[in-house]
């Protein structure tokens, strides 16, 4: 592989990080500028190092909790739902 092709992927893989912990601190603005640049230097393996980095964050989370990286998914993805239902008061 090209020493360019390897810093591009280094950047677009940092620019993943940088984007996860621009959204972790709630930085919307700086999150979208991070997305849009690394999409336009290379859309799919911008999609690819995401689609890594959230591998990697849930098999660290299965590994914390004792569960299977497929649980901890599904625990995501429940929780995630249950915070997007409307609260009904009665």
Do not use: C, W
């Not at 230097?41 to 299977?68: I, K, R, Y």
């Amino acid at each position: 592989m090209p020493s360019s092709e390897r810093k591009t992927r280094a950047a677009i893989r940092r620019a993943a990080v940088e984007g996860v912990a621009a959204y972790l601190a709630d930085e919307d603005a700086e999150v979208h500028n991070i997305t849009e640049a690394a999409v336009r230097e290379n859309a799919l393996m911008a999609a690819l190092n995401l689609t890594a980095l959230a591998a990697a964050a849930v098999t660290a989370l299965a590994e914390a909790t004792g569960s299977t990286p497929f649980d901890a998914l599904r625990s995501i993805d429940q929780g995630a739902e249950l915070r997007s239902r409307p609260m009904h008061h009665d």
